[in-house]
């Protein structure tokens, strides 16, 4: 992969990530990955792969969560080409990768809510909840517990360096959830209890 395939793949998924703020990382980047398969005419399989690969090892190089983009992408890879691709025209692989990468996209996006719906049932009144950095499924999952009325308490990392752990705090405020903010070394202290 060449620099300017390198820069078009951080520019469109900064953009991604500039137009869908609730977006996450991951997900950004399997889209962006979609769009270069979409745009990319390549021979084989093996080539696209590798090439796969060194976009996402260009994704991770950005300021986003490296392990969920990894992960993300990785997941992704497995979807779209370990099953059968049976015809022998690349062209049209490559059309059933794309293909198969919507349906992948599809699921994600669903995801989330289906999650918190699961989670619920571990939050019950009086739940004192430890919340590292930021997470939207995590997000999601003690929105809807508050909405559900459920009586509890979060304790939220600042999340040092980039102080991930504040947005959460701010989101959980904004929701009427109680939320204590700690630093990163307090996790362990005990005081009284």
């Known amino acids: 992969m060449d620099d300017a395939q390198k820069k078009g793949i951080l520019q469109y998924f900064n953009n ?31 080539g696209l792969r590798a090439i796969l690969k060194d976009a ?3 994704l991770t190089q950005t300021d986003s969560s490296v392990t969920s983009i990894s992960s993300g992408c990785e ?3 497995r ?3 370990l099953t059968s691709l049976e015809d022998n025209d690349f062209q049209k692989c490559q059309t059933i990768m794309v293909q198969r990468g919507n349906t992948f996209l599809e699921k ?3 995801s989330r809510q289906k999650i918190a719906r699961q989670a ?3 939050i019950r009144d009086g739940s004192r909840i430890l919340i590292h950095s930021h ?3 995590v997000q999601q999952v003690i929105k809807d517990a508050a909405l559900s009325n459920k009586r509890f308490e979060v304790f939220v990392t600042e999340s ?4 991930a752990g504040l947005k959460t705090q701010e989101e959980l405020e904004a929701c009427g959830v109680p939320t204590t903010l700690v630093l990163d070394s307090a996790v362990g202290h005990r005081d009284g209890q």
Do not use: C, G, Q, W
Not at 18 to 31: C, G, H, L, N, Q
Not at 160 to 163: E, F, K
């Open 75 to 77: 997941l992704f890879l």
């Open 16 to 46: 991604v990530v500039r137009e869908y703020p609730d977006m996450s990382a991951a997900v950004a980047a399997i889209k962006t990955l979609l769009h270069f398969i979409e745009n990319n005419r390549l021979e084989t399989l093996a």
């Open 160 to 163: 040092r360096p980039n102080d």
């Open 108 to 110: 994600l996006a669903s």
């Open 79 to 81: 979807f779209i080409t």
């Open 56 to 58: 996402i090892n260009t």
């Open 135 to 137: 997470s939207r499924v």
């Open 120 to 122: 619920d049932k571990f």
